[in-house]
């Protein structure tokens, strides 16, 4: 059986990979929805539309658990698809409570998709963790694009980030949070523009380790190494090496 791991495009890859890493004797099986990403610009009942489509794809191919490696799909979606299906379904939480837990009197910046920002999910679990009010929340929508059009030219990626921070004092800040799975792979830009000791957190690890906590003590699927299979909007896509560019991406 495999582990399904979906996303509205490429972002969710940064979760696959560091599910690779903790998990390789396992096969695992990708959906980024090209046809229709992005979604956190878009209707809510229309993503939510293209999630339950991705999800019965996942029930079709009797997946052993599903990632949804997407944190606007999870905080649209993630208590329906619970209650419709009978398998394991792990979201994605932007990492709030580790930045809360260490900020020490100084802010901390949540970023995200507008869908993300405007969700319920997203402030009752601010409400919950920041009793002193320290977290601001942020839409970045344009790194989705720049991810999904494979642009990581760190002048025109820079730019974008100081243009989008220019209201902050980020000194006053001690950790930004990347609440949308396609911005980990600008770790390093957001490392540029950010004053020193200003961390970056994500919450991929974290999810992971909840696939993990999951999947139990059970062997693992393969002696050797597990392998990918890519679906493109539920079709099957043996274009791996548009996928695996992202894969090698260091960030
Ligand atoms: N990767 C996504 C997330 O984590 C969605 C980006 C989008 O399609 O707008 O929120």
């Known amino acids: 059986m495999s582990i399904g791991v979906f996303d509205s495009g490429i972002g969710g890859l940064t979760v696959l990979k560091e599910a690779i890493r903790q998990l390789p004797h396992e096969n695992y099986l990708y959906y980024a929805d090209t046809r229709h990403v992005p979604y956190g610009t878009k209707p809510k009942d229309e993503v939510k539309g293209y999630i339950y489509n991705a999800a019965e794809f996942f029930a079709g191919q009797g997946v052993e658990a599903l990632v949804i490696a997407c944190n606007t799909a999870t905080s649209i979606a993630i208590n329906d698809l619970r209650e ?4 394991p379904i792990i979201g994605m939480e932007p990492a709030v409570k580790p930045a809360v ?3 020490d009197d100084r802010r901390v910046l949540v970023l995200a998709t507008p869908i993300t920002v405007k969700e319920k999910k997203l402030h009752d679990l601010v409400e919950r963790l920041d009793s002193e009010q320290t977290v601001d929340l942020h839409a970045l929508p344009g790194l989705v694009e720049y991810a999904e059009k494979f642009i990581f030219d760190e002048n ?3 730019q974008y980030l100081m243009n989008e921070f220019s209201r902050y004092d980020l000194s006053r800040y001690s950790s ?7 911005f980990v792979f600008y770790k390093r830009h957001f490392k540029m523009v950010l004053p020193q000791g200003v961390d970056v957190i994500d919450g991929n690890l974290g999810t992971v380790n909840r696939l ?3 999947l139990g003590n059970r062997e693992p699927a393969y002696d050797g190494n597990g392998c990918v299979t890519f679906y493109c909007s539920g079709e099957k896509d043996t274009d791996d090496g548009k996928y695996r560019r992202y894969l090698e991406l260091e960030y």
């Open 84 to 87: 419709r299906y009978g398998f």
């Open 101 to 103: 837990e260490k900020a």
């Open 156 to 158: 025109i990626i820079t």
């Open 176 to 182: 930004v949070v990347l609440g949308c799975t396609h």
């Open 212 to 214: 993990k906590t999951m």
